[in-house]
């Protein structure tokens, strides 16, 4: 049996940790990483009308490029060619069986403005290479910013059985839920720049996956990481942020790794 059970965060012994002064009409923002395997690319694009010139990893990603261009991310809808290997590329998905990690979208508008590595820092997604050395180059990944309403899904506070898979993230401490007063029972995702971490809190929820749609693309860009911090580092500026917000934080926990 998976440790991850799609419905698992959805359980009645989890209900202490739904977030249900929630409206429905709340708009939602992820950050939606384009998969890196090479056939599940190459099959986006010809089932998009869009193939590229080869085979290879190299002829794929300049297709992309070309799609997408570098440098030249928009906020401002999708072109046709975009809008086709969006909606090809979200065709192919299949629901997971893990969760779904969401912020306010008027939480993150100010973001998207700057582009893909300030969305990214701020809601706590690393591009790629926590394994590398520092300085070691990053090959940029194509993400999406997605914004769409809850409607009827149920948002729950992340615990730690979805931090175990995502490290970049942990877990506020419950009381602290109460002691936010207007705040939603959300957690806080680890901002990784020097310029996030000096940003107020942005909530954090997780619901289970969805299926994902072209309209709900409102940003798109080619990510490095440059200036990110590395985890250790992500995690103790974190936890010194938390504690500036809630009291109760060292009690809970007095080390952040």
């Known amino acids: 049996m998976s440790r991850f059970p799609r419905e698992a965060i959805l359980q009645p012994d989890n209900e202490c940790n739904w977030a249900l002064t929630v409206h429905r009409d709340t708009e939602l923002f992820n950050a939606f990483r384009l998969r890196k395997e090479l056939d599940f690319r190459i099959a986006a694009l010809n089932d998009a009308g869009l193939p590229a010139a080869g085979a290879t990893d190299a002829a794929v990603t300049e297709r992309l490029k070309n799609i997408f261009p570098d440098g030249q991310p928009s906020d401002s809808g999708l072109n046709d060619s975009q809008e086709r290997f969006v909606s090809a590329l979200f065709e192919r998905l299949e629901v997971s069986k893990y969760p779904v990690w969401v912020a306010p979208f008027d939480q993150m ?149």
């Open 109 to 257: 508008r100010s973001r998207l403005a700057s582009g893909v590595d300030s969305w990214l820092a701020a809601v706590g997604v690393v591009v790629d290479g926590e394994t590398k050395p520092p300085g070691e180059p990053v090959e940029p990944q194509l993400f999406f910013g997605l914004r769409y309403k809850k409607g009827d899904l149920t948002l729950v506070r992340p615990t730690l059985l979805e931090v175990y898979r995502y490290p970049q993230h942990f877990p506020c401490p419950p009381a602290s839920c109460a002691a936010a007063g207007l705040r939603s029972p959300g957690g806080h995702p680890i901002g990784l720049t020097v310029n996030e971490a000096e940003e107020p809190l942005i909530d954090e929820f997780v619901h289970v996956d969805i299926r994902r749609t072209a309209d709900m693309v409102v940003g798109w860009g080619w990510a490095t990481g440059n200036g990110f911090f590395r985890r250790s580092e992500a995690r103790r500026k974190h936890h010194a942020r938390l504690c500036r917000q809630y009291a109760d934080v060292p009690a809970w926990m007095r080390e952040p790794t």
